[in-house]
Structures are given as structure tokens and as C-alpha cells.
């Protein structure tokens, strides 16, 4: 047998989920053009800046010099109106001309001003849109398939797609957990039952697939609080990095999750645990004069190879582990201790 003592056991919660890329960028045209070349591998890392593709840039480079060409002019043109104005000024000071002259004279200098404010606004546009002949990439990450090629034609108003890139380390793991359990967790936590977790400090485990787990332990990124009306769960998302691309996004996955610590708990080993015509969980437990009673427990997860008991015992109950299908209740035994369960680390 073995006595049973509270001990402090992690609430963990096991949530389906799919990984998702970190950032997702999506590289589009953003001026009209022939495509001259491609500068990446398909299907490779870029680093940000890195140049994807060049859009042929004569028509902007002509574009450029024609706009600033227009600049010189209206700044010519500024310098007259500014000394006609200054003239004028002189002259209607005199009163050798009238005053609707010299206001005339004002106002085309300040017109000369806005033109060439207008010139710069022109050539600055122009500039830019030359800058957007050589396409860069936005973010680092890897780059999916290219969806044009060299000689194709895209446009900027349209804003062609030409690739996409995605970053994958750090990666995201949204999950689904139903608006029931968070429900429940959070009566547990109002009453004392379960110590909540610092969110701060919540580790996240993960496994594939294929039932392996991954090497990488998660962070917790948030916990979301708006229920889907179609699925009646909310989104929890982690967190993981991901250094040699082993999760790639769209991966389905499982997450184990500590939401909080249960205070008051008891571990008994599975083999001591039975269930009664009702589908009840029952134990076998010896009292102080050495006779069996048959108790009703409540169990929750299991840790291990111990089920997790949150109700039916209390601090020195002792449990029949081994031989109890040859005991009934009330019976006079001779049982022997031996060690308890060990209980799990908890932080």
C-alpha cells in the first residue's frame, strides 16, 4: 500500500492546433514594366533588402530628368518674378505705377513659388517610382515559387504578385480551446481549486505529426477572448522558434499547455485505481485497524503513470497499490508500505 499526502500537480490542457508563418509578405509591383531578371532562388532564404527582380527603369529614368528639367524651369521663372516683385515694390513706393501693378506682381511671384513646389513634389515622385524598378524583399525569410518571369509584364495599378515570403523562425502555433474548458478553468481559479500560472513564465510543449515531440519548448503569445460563433473555441497562440525549419506553416500539431497548479491534489499509480458497474472510479484503502473500505474518487488527468485525484481521499489515507482484486470490503489485511508517487516538478 501507500499513504497517500497533497501534493502540488501542473494543470496542463492538450490543444489541437496549426502552425503559422511569423510574417507573411506578399511582393507586389508597384510601377508598370518589363521584367529584366530575377535575383533569387525559388524556394530560398532572402535576407531583407535583398534585390528580387528589376523592372526595366528607362521610361522612369526619363520620367526623372523630364520632372527635374521642369523644376529648373520654375525656379528660373521664380528668380524673375521675385525681382519684378522687388522692382515693383520701388516703383509703387514712388507712385510711378499703380497699386493694382504691384499686387499683380506679388501674387505671380507667389504663384512662381508654388510651381515650384509642385516641380520638387514631381520630382520626388519621380525618383520614387524609379526606386520601385528594383524590387527588394520587405522582410527576411524564405521565398516561395516566383509568378513571373523574365520579359513578363506587370503593373503597379494592379499590383502584380511576384512572390511571397514568409518567416518561420520564430514560428507561430495557433490553437483551439473550447470556450467549455476555459469556462471551467476559470471557476477553478475563482474558488481557490487551481493556482493560476504567471502568464509571463508559461511553457508551451509541442508534438508533431507523427507523435514525436519537438525538441523546442514554446512561449505563450496570448490568450484569446473573442469565442468562434461556428466552433464555440477561442484561439490561444504560442510561440516557437525554429532554427532548422522543422515546422513549417499549415503543420497540424498538438500542444500541451500549464495553465495553472493544483494545490490539493493526490497522486495514486493507475494500478491501484478500478471502476465499479457504475463506471465510477474506486480505490481500496486501509484504515487504522487494518480493514479495507472501498472509496469513490474523483480523477482528473493523469501525470505519468499516477492518476491524478481531486477528490474521494484525504492527507494519510492509505491505498491498497497491488493485490486489491483479492480483498473485499471490510476485510482484515496486513499490508506493507511502500514509496509514494513522486510528484512532478512544479514551477
Do not use: C
Not at 504663384?111 to 520630382?123: F, I, L, N, S
Amino acid at each position: 500500500m501507500a499513504t497517500m499526502h497533497r501534493t502540488s500537480v501542473p494543470v496542463n490542457i492538450e490543444l489541437p492546433g496549426r502552425t503559422s508563418a511569423y510574417l507573411v509578405a506578399q511582393v507586389r509591383a508597384r510601377v508598370d514594366g518589363i521584367v529584366l531578371r530575377r535575383g533569387f532562388q525559388e524556394g530560398a532564404d532572402v535576407r531583407v533588402g535583398q534585390s528580387l527582380y528589376q523592372i526595366d527603369p528607362a521610361p522612369y529614368r526619363v520620367a526623372l530628368k523630364s520632372a527635374e528639367a521642369s523644376q529648373q524651369k520654375a525656379e528660373s521663372n521664380l528668380i524673375a518674378m521675385n525681382l519684378q516683385a522687388e522692382r515693383y515694390k520701388i516703383l509703387a513706393g514712388g507712385k510711378a505705377i499703380s497699386k493694382q501693378a504691384y499686387d499683380n506682381a506679388v501674387a505671380a511671384q507667389g504663384q512662381a513659388e508654388a510651381d515650384v513646389a509642385a516641380a520638387k513634389a514631381a520630382v520626388a515622385n519621380a525618383r520614387i517610382n524609379l526606386g520601385y524598378t528594383a524590387v527588394t524583399a520587405p522582410i527576411s525569410g524564405r521565398s516561395s515559387g516566383s509568378l513571373v518571369t523574365q520579359g513578363a509584364y506587370v503593373q503597379g495599378s494592379a499590383a502584380t504578385l511576384l512572390t511571397t515570403i514568409q518567416q518561420i523562425d520564430p514560428i507561430y502555433v495557433d490553437l483551439n480551446e473550447s470556450s467549455t474548458a476555459g469556462l471551467q478553468l476559470r471557476r477553478d481559479i475563482a474558488s481557490g481549486k487551481i493556482r493560476p500560472n504567471d502568464t509571463s513564465a508559461v511553457k508551451v510543449s509541442l508534438t508533431l505529426e507523427d507523435g514525436t515531440t519537438y525538441e523546442q519548448p514554446g512561449k505563450l503569445q496570448y490568450n484569446g477572448i473573442t469565442v468562434d460563433q461556428t466552433t464555440g473555441s477561442v484561439t490561444v497562440r504560442a510561440t516557437f522558434a525554429n532554427p532548422k525549419g522543422v515546422l513549417l506553416p499549415g503543420m497540424f500539431v498538438h500542444a500541451s499547455i500549464q495553465q495553472g497548479v493544483n494545490d490539493n491534489a493526490f497522486l495514486v499509480p493507475v494500478s491501484a485505481v478500478t471502476h465499479n458497474a457504475q463506471g465510477e472510479a474506486t480505490v481500496m484503502t486501509v484504515d487504522g485497524a487494518g480493514k479495507t473500505i472501498a472509496k469513490l474518487i474523483q480523477t482528473g488527468a493523469t501525470e505519468g503513470p499516477n492518476w491524478v485525484v481531486t477528490g474521494g481521499l484525504k492527507d494519510g489515507d492509505r491505498v491498497i497499490v497491488s493485490g486489491w482484486q483479492k480483498v473485499q470490503p471490510g476485510m482484515q489485511v496486513a499490508a506493507t508500505e511502500m514509496n509514494a508517487p513522486n510528484s512532478p516538478s512544479v514551477k
